[in-house]
Every structure is written in C-alpha cells, then in structure tokens.
C-alpha cells in the first residue's frame, strides 16, 4: 500500500528556559503512514508525541530529517504539503464560536479554496453524514461537547484533504457519541479513501478502529506495528489461575524469582495468581510449583489484555522482551 506520509531521521531539540541545557525532545524517528489507513499515534506525556504531531501538521521544523507528505517536503514544498493535511487539534480551537454550523462550514471550505457551488452540495452531504443536518443554524457556542466535537472533523472534513489528523477526538465525549464518532471516522476512510491519524489516551478507540499503532517514548519509536499483532502478543502467555486454597510464602518466593510480572490476590476461601509468561510452555512450571504443596487448582483461564494494559507493557519496558521470546 502506497506511503502517503513519510517521517524519514526526524530530530528535534529544545533549550531549557533560562537555561543553557537541551533537551532531545525526537530523537531519529522514522515512520510511514500507509494511503487509506487509520494510524494510532501514542506516547505518554513528554515522551515526544506532541512534538512530531506539530511537525507533521507544519507547526514545527525539524533540525534533521525531513517529512513528507504526498511527495511533498514539510520543508522545501510547505505549502504544497499542507494543501494535503487538516488537523483537529484538542480544544476544538478550529470552530468559531459565535457563528452557526453552517456558517462555520461555508467558512472553513471558502478557506480551503472549495467553491461556492462545490461547497454547497460538500456541506449538505457533511450535515448529514455527521447527524447534524438539525443543528445547521444552531450558534456552535451553544452545542453539546460531542455535537462540537463532529462539527470540528466536518470541518477538517470539508477541505477535502487526503489526511486528517485528529488530536484526542473522542475526550470528554458520552459513551454513545464516542461510539457515534468511531464510527463516522471509520466510513470516512471506507467511502472518501481518506488516511487518518489518531492520538489518544482512550485506547479503546485505538483498539477499536485502528489498524496499526507507532507508540513513542523517550523521544524514540519503541513499536509500530498492527494492533492485531500487539494483541495477539501478549494475550497468548497472559493467565489467570484460580486457587482452591493459598500459596506458602515458599511457593510465593518462587513464582516471585522465575515470573517477576505476576500478581496474586487472596480472598475469602480462595486466591487468584494472575501472571504473564514468557513462553506458553513455562505453564507447566507454574503447575509443578502449585504441586509442591498440593495447591488445589480451581480454574485456568487466559485473561482477556486490552490495549491500555499492552500500551502500559510497552511503555515500561516489557515489549523488547515479549519480542525476543516470540522469535
């Protein structure tokens, strides 16, 4: 599938304020985004998520490395550049707030160089696909979070670029607009063959509608790969056993020294040992550890890993290891 942006050797540093010392915010960062894909952008605060959006959206200049999109370079063809990106940045700071839908539409496509005809039948086919066909003379200042929310990727919408960046679209939104907002985005990439990046702290959007995620820490890439995979890693040597009784302080120390990333709880006439394994054949280990004392063994069930838990996993740490292990 043919690469629409390019993140080719990015590095950007900063110098403290009132102070001599820099800070290596991006660090050689490269990566693709693929033409008709939904892309998970991720990395917690300060790791340099921000820093590469502002690059990509032409906010900042890298000091080394170049981006491109569509063939054009952020650098050397800017304005060709952005001609092909619209950004829905958090705070939806892209709405006018004492103009109404349709007028915030009219105004942003007239922006983007869409003409008037063109624009007029773009708007009543946005109005609609976003559910908000009721609302075209409502003042924006007086829409719900999540009717503002829509509106603001109508608008990014209506410059008909080939991609569309969206910084935290579904924050602070109900849970049936988020799954509403899920699902335009999803069609918009189906029925406009638009390319779409995602950052966001709510990994179930990513999980949901994202087919590949670059995660960034430190200032450097530490995974890019599809969410399926990602999954697929980590859930197959993640358990949860369910004890008839209690683990001896013997038994403890040794699940403690061979499985460092374990949990175990005791409740009332039971205890559960949730761990994760290296490889799935070191189950068998566990069960010659529960033997010694004859620990009953009530259930063993794999435990379901959602994408925060494989996003917290990469982030401390444990991603390189998992790797190396399924190789």
Request: with cysteine; proline share 2%; aromatic share 6%.
């Amino acid at each position: 599938m043919e690469a629409i942006i390019k993140v080719e050797g990015v590095k950007k540093a900063y110098k403290k304020r009132k102070s001599k010392e820099v800070i290596q915010a991006i660090n050689d960062v490269s990566f693709d985004v693929k033409r008709g894909e939904i892309l998970g952008l991720l990395g917690p605060n300060g790791a340099g998520k921000t820093t590469t959006i502002k690059m990509i959206c032409g906010l900042l200049t890298p000091d080394e490395g170049s981006i491109t999109i569509n063939g054009n370079d952020m650098k050397t063809q800017r304005l060709k550049a952005l001609k092909h990106i619209s950004a829905v940045l958090e705070g939806n700071r892209n709405l006018y707030w004492r103009l109404t839908v349709k007028e915030n539409l009219e105004y942003f496509a007239g922006n983007r160089g869409v003409s008037r005809k063109d624009a007029a039948f773009l708007i009543q086919d946005l109005l609609h696909k976003f559910n908000l066909k009721h609302k075209e003379n409502e003042l924006v200042n007086r829409l719900s979070r999540g009717m503002q929310q829509k509106l603001a990727i109508a608008i990014a919408m209506s410059a008909e670029t080939d991609v569309i960046l969206l910084d935290e679209p579904t924050l602070g939104l109900d849970v049936e607009t988020s799954y509403e907002v899920r699902s335009i985005l999803q069609s918009i990439v189906k029925e406009y063959n638009r390319t779409i990046i995602i950052s966001s702290h709510d990994m179930d959007v990513i999980q949901d509608i994202c087919e590949r995620t670059v995660i960034i820490n430190n200032g450097n890439i530490v995974i890019n790969d599809s969410v399926k995979n990602l999954l697929k890693l980590f859930e197959v040597r993640s358990y949860s056993i369910t004890l008839g009784g209690f683990l001896s302080n013997h038994q403890l120390s040794l699940i403690s020294h061979k499985f460092p990333h374990h949990t175990y709880k005791k409740e009332t006439f039971q205890s559960i040992l949730e761990i994760d394994l290296a490889k799935s054949e070191e189950i068998y280990q566990i069960i010659d550890i529960l033997k010694m004392d004859e620990t009953p063994v009530e259930a063993i069930d794999r435990r379901n890993v959602n994408f925060e838990q494989i996003f917290m996993k990469i982030i401390k740490g444990e991603k390189s290891n998992a790797f190396a292990q399924s190789s």
